[in-house]
């Protein structure tokens, strides 16, 4: 069982960066793949990134990639996403999400845990 904490969240504007961070509970952070998925209003969550359990490898949506920058720190038991050039499309409830077992995965469907999310929201 893991707890995830999402924080970093806020009002920008088109451009603008921000960083998400995600603090896991447990002492098995490090065993996890994890995710960055986001929902804006009345559509279906959606995914955004993803890392493996060491760092090396990592998977982007292709609306996001070049522009965020997903990253772990597993000696923190922190999640991050760094966001650049942020666009109004990028609005929405961001949610980190861990995966138990295999491998990177673009499917929210293989994510075992949750956060309860953070709002971003970029205005024009």
């Known amino acids: 069982q893991v707890q995830l904490v999402e924080s970093g969240g806020g009002l920008v504007q088109t451009g603008d960066s921000l960083r998400l961070s995600c603090v896991a509970s447990?002492?098995?952070?490090?065993?996890?793949?994890m995710g960055w998925f986001r929902q804006a209003p009345g559509k279906e969550r959606e995914f955004v990134a993803t890392i493996t359990q060491s760092g090396i490898n990592t998977y982007y949506a292709s609306s996001v990639k070049g522009r965020f920058t997903i990253s772990r720190d597993n000696a923190k038991n922190t999640l991050y996403l760094q966001m650049n050039s942020l666009k109004p499309e990028d609005t929405a409830v961001y949610y980190c999400?861990?995966?138990?077992?295999?491998?990177?995965?673009?499917?929210?469907?293989?994510?075992?845990?949750w956060g309860q999310g953070t709002q971003v929201t970029v205005s024009s």
């Open positions: 999400a861990a995966r138990r077992l295999g491998t990177i995965s673009s499917s929210r469907n293989e994510y075992n845990y």
């Open positions: 447990g002492r098995t952070f490090s065993t996890y793949v």
